[in-house]
């Protein structure tokens, strides 16, 4: 067998001949171009007038593989978050949660969750139940933060932490998604640095790692709770042995996905561990691996911890901003909007790690002007907020710039909008808009 556009390590190839028979079809595969794919904000595409062209994805009807990769970062409808680009394979994970019935009480932890695309699905898919998406990395986390704001996502918390740390906080959840750091395998076609950088010890180390990772994470794991296992790996050890592992313990047992044959996925099944490989050769998307267990150990839930009373802050600037049944609280200035049931994980957390997501962010006060935030101008609560300005292209890319837009306006607050989508805030003086933009996302 030749691979000769790049070579691939030689022990991988060794492998993988020994996991699939078209191995040809699989190397050639890896020397064609990797897929573009976004996912569409629900919410926000039916408020907006934008038109997305692509092909459905077949296992998340809110994927679209995209003709070509355009320049993200230069589309305000991206900075809007009415879409989020990411990789087709990770996008079943929607279909994935079918399988799964939680209840609006239950709660949901993504332990490994940075840049955020599977985070995004788990809030849409659950919407009524509070999520907790971690990151152990302290840049990362606030990618992940600024991902989750974008979408507008609510009853949402963002920590830097580990599934150890998380221990502290006594809370038991009822899904927990560990997208495991592993090999990177599956990103082959996409990175070549990952091709680079692959060893068998590296491969090795990943595997014992996940070990640990999931031996602390299923702690955390409540009495009949679910969890999700993926990587973006073809490796066994860091896939289906890792299953068969924790089956093999006795406490936990595979569930079953129901897949198409016609999708193209390769169900695994080892000694009752049941796993789905997608392989890039079978279908539109690059590498990927996904099983779920559910807990059968009998492990009483304790109660939710008591928290000092949620008293709710006054505040007149808010006229046209839609809180639903949240609480407003007012810490050192800065406002946030809370459910009962999120302040009271919340409080939870503070013990467990740094919260950097909480509440919805309403704003601050400065003298005795109310600033709103950029996480309300991303958010649902303002869809009928007014006064509004549509701008065109030109005009919102400027502004995404952190640049004033020289337009006359009604003095005060103005939602600034694109294709009918809020890109942000910004003061008007009457003569020009002031941008409100923090000046970490603005683009260049």
Same mark, same amino acid.
């Given at each position: 067998?030749?691979?000769?556009k790049y070579?691939?390590?030689?022990?991988?190839?060794?492998?993988?001949?020994?996991?699939?028979?078209?191995?040809?079809?699989?190397?050639?595969?890896?020397?064609?171009?990797?897929?573009?794919?976004?996912?569409?904000?629900r919410h926000?595409?039916?408020?907006?007038?934008?038109?997305?062209?692509?092909?459905?994805l077949?296992?998340?009807?809110?994927g679209?593989l995209?003709?070509?990769?355009?320049?993200?970062?230069?589309?305000?409808?991206?900075?809007a978050?009415?879409?989020?680009?990411?990789?087709?394979?990770?996008?079943?994970?929607?279909?994935?949660?079918?399988?799964?019935?939680?209840?609006?009480?239950a709660?949901?932890l993504?332990?490994?969750?940075?840049?955020?695309?599977?985070?995004?699905?788990?809030?849409?898919?659950?919407?009524?139940?509070?999520?907790?998406?971690?990151?152990?990395?302290?840049?990362?986390?606030?990618?992940?933060?600024e991902?989750?704001?974008?979408? #507008?996502?609510?009853e949402?918390?963002?920590?830097?932490?580990d599934a150890?740390?998380?221990?502290?906080?006594?809370?038991?959840?009822?899904?927990?998604?560990?997208?495991?750091p592993?090999?990177?395998?599956?990103?082959?076609r996409?990175?070549?640095?990952s091709?680079?950088?692959?060893?068998l010890?590296?491969?090795?180390?990943?595997?014992?790692?996940?070990?640990?990772?999931?031996?602390?994470?299923?702690?955390?794991?409540?009495?009949g709770?679910?969890?999700?296992?993926?990587?973006?790996?073809?490796n066994?050890?860091?896939?289906?042995?890792?299953?068969?592992?924790?089956?093999?313990?006795?406490?936990?047992?595979?569930?079953?996905?129901?897949?198409?044959?016609?999708?193209?996925?390769?169900?695994?099944?080892?000694e009752?561990?049941?796993g789905?490989?997608?392989?890039?050769?079978?279908?539109?998307?690059?590498?990927?691996?996904?099983?779920?267990?559910?807990?059968?150990?009998?492990?009483?839930?304790?109660?939710?911890?008591?928290?000092?009373?949620?008293?709710?802050?006054?505040?007149?600037?808010?006229?046209?901003?839609d809180?639903?049944?949240?609480?407003?609280?007012?810490?050192?200035?800065?406002?946030f909007?809370?459910?009962?049931?999120?302040?009271?994980?919340?409080?939870?957390?503070?013990n467990?790690?740094?919260?950097v997501?909480?509440?919805?962010?309403?704003?601050e006060?400065?003298?005795?002007?109310f600033?709103?935030?950029?996480?309300?101008?991303?958010?649902?609560a303002?869809?009928?907020?007014?006064p509004?300005?549509?701008?065109?292209?030109?005009?919102?890319?400027?502004?995404?710039? #952190?640049?004033a837009?020289?337009?006359?306006?009604?003095k005060?607050?103005?939602?600034?909008?694109?294709?009918?989508?809020?890109?942000?805030?910004?003061?008007?003086?009457?003569?020009r808009?002031?941008?409100?933009?923090?000046?970490?996302?603005?683009?260049?």
């Amino acid at each position: 067998m030749e691979n000769s556009k790049y070579s691939l390590p030689e022990d991988f190839l060794k492998r993988i001949a020994s996991q699939i028979e078209d191995i040809d079809s699989f190397v050639d595969s890896l020397n064609g171009v990797s897929p573009t794919f976004i996912r569409v904000n629900r919410h926000k595409l039916n408020l907006s007038d934008a038109h997305l062209e692509g092909t459905s994805l077949e296992w998340n009807d809110d994927g679209i593989l995209l003709s070509d990769r355009p320049r993200f970062n230069q589309d305000p409808l991206y900075h809007a978050g009415l879409y989020y680009p990411m990789e087709g394979s990770s996008m079943f994970l929607k279909h994935a949660l079918s399988s799964i019935s939680l209840d609006e009480n239950a709660l949901i932890l993504d332990l490994c969750a940075a840049p955020g695309g599977k985070t995004l699905i788990l809030k849409d898919y659950f919407p009524h139940n509070v999520l907790v998406s971690n990151e152990i990395d302290g840049k990362r986390v606030h990618v992940l933060k600024e991902n989750a704001v974008r979408w #507008g996502t609510d009853e949402h918390l963002v920590i830097n932490s580990d599934a150890e740390r998380l221990q502290r906080s006594d809370l038991l959840f009822d899904l927990i998604l560990v997208d495991a750091p592993c090999s990177g395998e599956g990103l082959f076609r996409k990175d070549e640095k990952s091709r680079e950088e692959w060893t068998l010890d590296r491969a090795a180390g990943c595997a014992v790692r996940q070990m640990d990772i999931l031996d602390h994470t299923l702690d955390l794991l409540s009495s009949g709770g679910y969890l999700i296992y993926s990587t973006c790996t073809y490796n066994p050890d860091e896939n289906i042995n890792q299953i068969k592992r924790l089956i093999n313990d006795g406490y936990y047992e595979s569930i079953e996905i129901d897949i198409p044959d016609d999708w193209g996925i390769d169900r695994i099944e080892s000694e009752g561990a049941i796993g789905y490989q997608f392989w890039p050769h079978h279908i539109q998307g690059e590498g990927f691996f996904i099983s779920i267990i559910r807990n059968k150990e009998d492990k009483e839930k304790p109660e939710l911890p008591r928290t000092k009373r949620l008293n709710s802050a006054k505040i007149n600037s808010l006229q046209g901003v839609d809180l639903n049944d949240k609480t407003v609280v007012d810490q050192n200035g800065q406002l946030f909007a809370f459910t009962e049931r999120e302040w009271t994980i919340y409080n939870a957390l503070l013990n467990s790690g740094k919260v950097v997501k909480k509440g919805l962010y309403l704003g601050e006060f400065k003298g005795k002007d109310f600033i709103p935030s950029h996480d309300l101008a991303c958010h649902p609560a303002i869809d009928t907020f007014t006064p509004t300005l549509e701008l065109d292209l030109e005009q919102a890319l400027f502004y995404l710039k #952190g640049n004033a837009l020289p337009v006359q306006a009604e003095k005060g607050v103005i939602k600034l909008t694109f294709q009918g989508i809020s890109i942000g805030f910004g003061k008007s003086n009457g003569q020009r808009i002031n941008n409100l933009i923090p000046k970490h996302l603005r683009i260049h």
